[in-house]
């Protein structure tokens, strides 16, 4: 089992939806964890960071943690085609290094 | 502050001929760390180091090394490049503690043939 997994996708939705991005992990002493937003042949940025169980709110994003499901979430509202690129779950274990997702890729619609 | 930067921004590599890409970061971080990203996936850690003549390996160290000499510089040497070794590699560094955002470097992109 890998350490971090994210479905590749291409994820498609329509501008204007919401766009559900999901995350689990296998090491249950991962302290925080991170969304990176990717842009092709750029480098990563970070959007989100949560530690807290529960919803993490920042403009349109919300990052969501359930550590009992092992499980990080990412939801963009009213998403924009600007919002096009890969986004990368990343988590820090128990050994301070952050391990990251191979990234799913959100394609958004005019 | 120009952040993290690094060069060269490309380069191509014959297998068996060895390169250092560099890295520098002006925010004063303790820590800095070096990835790989192949395409389609995630990032891999190469090296890191939480100081000034400290480093160790990540996840994938075999065929690189790493110095740290200054706080601001952490260049990543690569000796008798493979072709195993094309790749975009993103140098990173953080604030005194792991759990920091890790701000990231423009990148190089590697090929060796």
């Known amino acids: 089992q890998k350490e971090v997994e994210q479905n590749s996708g291409p994820l498609s939705v329509p501008e204007g939806a919401i766009a559900s991005l999901n995350c689990t992990y296998s090491?249950?002493?991962?302290?925080?964890f991170f969304w990176y937003r990717q842009y092709s042949g750029k480098s990563p940025e970070l959007i989100m960071f949560?530690?807290?169980?529960g919803d993490k709110e920042d403009g349109r994003f919300t990052a969501q943690l359930n550590k009992a499901s092992q499980y990080v979430s990412l939801l963009i509202r009213d998403s924009q085609p600007s919002d096009s690129a890969t986004y990368l779950c990343a988590v820090n274990t128990y050994t301070g290094k952050l391990i990251f997702g191979q990234g799913t890729t959100l394609q958004v619609k005019p | 502050n120009a952040g993290v930067t690094q060069t060269p921004k490309f380069r191509i590599l014959k297998i068996g001929q060895s390169m250092t890409l560099q890295c520098t970061q002006d925010?004063?971080?303790?820590?800095m760390y070096w990835y790989r990203q192949d395409p389609g996936m995630g990032l891999k850690l190469i090296y890191y180091?939480?100081?000034?003549?400290?480093?160790d390996k990540g996840e994938v160290p075999n065929g690189y090394n790493v110095s740290r000499s200054t706080t601001e510089d952490f260049p990543l040497r690569l000796e008798l490049a493979a072709p195993s070794q094309t790749s975009v590699y993103f140098c990173?560094?953080?604030?005194?503690?792991?759990?920091?955002?890790?701000?990231f470097g423009p990148g190089t992109r590697l090929t060796v043939l």
């Open positions: 949560i530690y807290s169980n």
């Open positions: 090491d249950r002493g991962s302290q925080s």
């Open positions: 990173a560094s953080s604030g005194t503690s792991v759990l920091n955002e890790q701000f």
């Open positions: 180091s939480v100081g000034a003549g400290i480093t």
């Open positions: 925010m004063n971080h303790n820590y």
